[in-house]
């Protein structure tokens, strides 16, 4: 004879509730979301280090060229320095005869992206575009993503509160003697980030 227990007490079914099927299928959307970040951060992260290692491209160039611009012979004409000449006793009217204009850091970076190896070098955070410097990297202008930035480092006067002053290097700034300067990319949101400090 069945016990009246029984009744009361039906079996509990094994088959998943629809809150079992909502709690999985969210489970999976999360899943998926956490990849589909995880993808997105590691692709900018990879164009922030390629834009990275454009820097160190033509931080390599720069340092390599900065012994040989003061030769005669020196590959690009526009970024030569001026060497001192035997000749410096000269008669000043000689010399004027024969000077030209020094080279400026306008005439150089022009010369540069045309006949070196930088102009293969692409922007990574916009398909398509070449390499291109700017002045600074500014986090109100995301265009400038992926942009080198060279800034001039001037020394103070010893004794001075600050020892260097850092400038933008502007077209017309004269390159006929070597200088100090910092190279830096801009990240994803148009910020700094340091490549290296060398003479040119």
């Known amino acids: 004879m069945n016990s009246p227990q029984a009744h009361l007490n039906p079996p ?18 999360a899943l998926a979301l956490v990849a589909w970040f995880g993808k997105m951060n590691y ?37 030569a320095g001026t060497a ?4 410096d006793a000269a008669p000043a009217a000689d010399k004027a005869a024969t000077a030209k204009a020094p080279n400026t850091w306008g005439g150089c970076l022009n010369a540069i992206l045309v006949q070196t190896t930088m102009k ?12 291109d410097f700017a002045p600074a990297c500014n986090p109100d202008d995301r265009s400038l993503a992926g942009n080198i930035v060279i800034e001039k480092i001037t020394a103070t006067p010893p004794g001075s509160a600050i020892a260097t ?5 502007t077209p017309d700034v004269v390159i006929d003697q070597k200088i100090q300067v910092r190279l830096s990319v ?5 910020y700094a980030v340091k490549v290296a400090e060398f003479e040119f």
């Open 43 to 79: 692709t900018e992260a990879n164009k922030t280090e390629t834009a990275k290692r454009n820097g160190e491209a033509v931080v390599t160039w720069m340092q390599e060229a900065t012994a040989g611009r003061f030769e005669a012979d020196f590959g690009v004409a526009a970024c």
């Open 120 to 131: 293969t070098l692409d922007n990574p955070f916009r398909e398509g575009i070449a390499l």
């Open 165 to 169: 002053i850092i400038s933008p290097i």
């Open 12 to 29: 509990a079914s094994t088959q998943p509730t629809s809150m079992d099927w909502l709690f999985l299928v969210s489970c999976v959307g």
């Open 84 to 87: 001192p000449s035997p000749d």
């Open 186 to 190: 801009c990240d994803k949101g148009a």
